[in-house]
Structures are given as C-alpha cells and as structure tokens.
C-alpha cells in the first residue's frame, strides 16, 4: 500500500487503506463514528465504503445535499444541531464520504463541534481527491464567497481509493483534473507536460498521478501549513477563478461551474497576466490557453459579466488594504505569490481568454 506521511496524518492509498483505518479506529476507542455524506454518495459510494469498514463502533449517517450552493452557515448549523440529537460527544469521531463539499463541511463541523473532535476524509471525487481532503483547510461559504468562513484543522486520516472515480462522469473527471494541471504548473514543469494531452491518460495512470498530485500538495503545504507564504502558490487560477465561481453561482440566469472548471478559466487569465508582470513566456501562456481550450468547453462571458465577477475579486483572502494580490507564474513549474494586479489586467486577461 501506498502511503503518503504528513507531519500530523497519514495519507493511504488503495483499498488496503480500509483496514490500517480500522486498525487506527479501534485503537482510538471512538465513541461514535458521524458519517457525513450527500445523497448522491450515499447512493453510490457509502455501500463500498461501509462494506469495507473493519470496525464494530456505531455509527449514524447525516446526509446533505449535493453542491456547493449547500456549503453554507445553515447547512453547517443544521448539522451541528444534529450532532447534538444524536449524542454524539468529544470521543465521537467525523468521517466524511464525499466531495470537496463534503470535505470543507465535515472538517469544518468537526473542527468546532465541543471545541474539536477528530476528523478523517474518505474522498470520492477526483478534486477531493488531490485538493480539498488534503491540507487541513476547511470552511463554508458565506453568501456566496468562497470559503468565507472556516479553519485550519488537520484530518486524522485520509483513505485515497480511486475505485469511487467509477461513479463520476467525464465533467467531475475534468473539473478535478484542473487542480492537477495546476500543480505541474506551479511545481512540476514535466508532470503538467505529461497531463496535457488528457486523452493519453487512462484508469491505471490516474492513480498515479493522483498519488504525485497529492506529494506536490503535501510538499507545499508542509512547509506552510496555515498559508502565511508559499503555500499562497496552491492558489493559481483561484483569484480569478473563485470569482467567477461565485458570480455563476449566484445568478439565476447562469448554470452553476464546477470549482475546476472555474479555476481552468482562472489558470488562463492569470498566465496572461503573468506574461505582463512577471517573466512569462508568450509562448507558454498560449500552450496553457490551447491545453485548457482542448479539455474544457469554453465559458460564456459577456462584457457586462466582466464586471460584475470583478466585483468579486475583491473578497479573495489574499487580498489586503483594498488590493487585489494574486499568485503567478515565472516559468511553467514555478510560481511566485503576493502580485499586485490591476482590475485592468485582469479585463484584458478575461479578452483574450475569449478570442
């Protein structure tokens, strides 16, 4: 089995990972174990997970709907009080099954329940996979700002098991693959070279680059664990991205992205952007572009739209005294943080992503 250590969890890999799991559970003598899942997973991955569970400890599943406009205060809240009902106490014990949403919430919930309980993450989408299971951030939106609300607090445990990726369609797939080519970009120069021709990839290389994503990750975060410096380069594409994430989110008349798909298009404007402030090459700029384009349907973005995700912008966390700091790229495989951009940059980085 494969395994991943971090300086406070492990991260296994494979189905073998179930039983080091239930060998740490046991030992823990956890007085409960809060299952926290969304009605999809519980559909399609809960059965596996369960079915592979080594351990007699009770345990009580509280289900949530699917999405992100569902990470929010009330959910949060809703889950809490639930808790309560179900007795669940400071040797109780947060699982969650699911995705990024899923992730965030459940640390989130575990990190404050009677001033903390311990959490473990079972990722069943690609993007909780090599993003949001790992690192320790956790957190809800608040009216539509991402992760407006949350904290730093480390899992316990994260299983890796690729075999849920088999109830995810070629969108879930491809949103969580944007995250991957983010860390070639800012890390690994070879390892986004190789992810760029998505269709070279099969099944058995997915669990490989999946273990290689989550060792950059775990690399960075390692050396800055609550993001006061290099850490900051995880977020490429996320300055932009999120605000356009939020805005799709929060019109009627918008069908909601998925967070890759929102950073894929954030990835574009930010390269752009990096060719004018930092050393960036004109040439890579238009291979990310090109490698983006051929992997994710383009998004309608009208001239009014523009505007209107700027105003967004400014709630990125990495911003300060009113201005707008975002992380670029230097060269493909590295990245350099706390930019100051200007809203016009980024106008003229939203049209040439559109040509």
Known sequence: ???????????????????????????KKYSKIIILTDSNCNEHCLPHFLSNLPTHILFEIIEIEPGE??????IFTGILQTMTEL?????????????????????????????????????????AMVDASVGGKTGVDLEGIKNCVGT?????????????????????????????????????A???????????????????LIFHSVYIKNEIVSQDPEESGLRKILNFGHTVGHAIESYFLTQNNKNPLLHGEAVAVGMVIEAYISTQ?????????????????????????????IEQILSWIKFDKKNYNGNIY??????????????LISKDLVIRGFKEYLK
Not at 14 to 21: N, Q, S
Not at 281 to 295: C, G, L, Q
Not at 326 to 339: I, P, R, T, W
Request: proline share 1%.
């Open 1 to 27: 089995m494969k395994k991943i250590k971090t300086a406070n969890y492990d991260i296994c890999f494979g189905i073998e990972g179930y039983a080091v799991l239930g060998q740490y559970l046991n030992e």
């Open 69 to 74: 406009e569902f990470k929010n205060l009330e």
């Open 87 to 127: 007795e669940a106490d400071r040797k109780s014990v947060m699982i969650t099954v699911g995705g990024g949403v899923v992730s965030d919430l459940g640390g989130f919930v575990a990190s404050v329940y009677m001033r903390g309980i311990d959490c473990i993450n079972i990722p069943t989408t690609l993007l």
């Open 152 to 188: 730093f607090s480390m899992p316990r445990m994260v299983i890796v098991d690729t075999s849920y990726l088999e109830t995810l369609n070629g969108r879930q797939i491809r949103a969580g693959y944007a995250e991957m080519l983010k860390h070639g970009l800012i890390y690994d």
């Open 190 to 208: 070879a390892y986004y070279d190789y992810l760029k021709d998505i269709s070279n990839i099969d099944f058995e290389d997915l669990s490989l």
């Open 277 to 305: 402030l930092s050393s960036f090459s004109k040439d890579d700029y238009e291979d990310i572009k090109k490698t983006i384009h051929n992997i994710y349907e383009k998004v309608q973005i009208q001239a009014d739209d």
């Open 326 to 339: 975002s992380v670029l790229l230097s060269n493909k495989g590295k990245a350099e943080y706390d930019f």
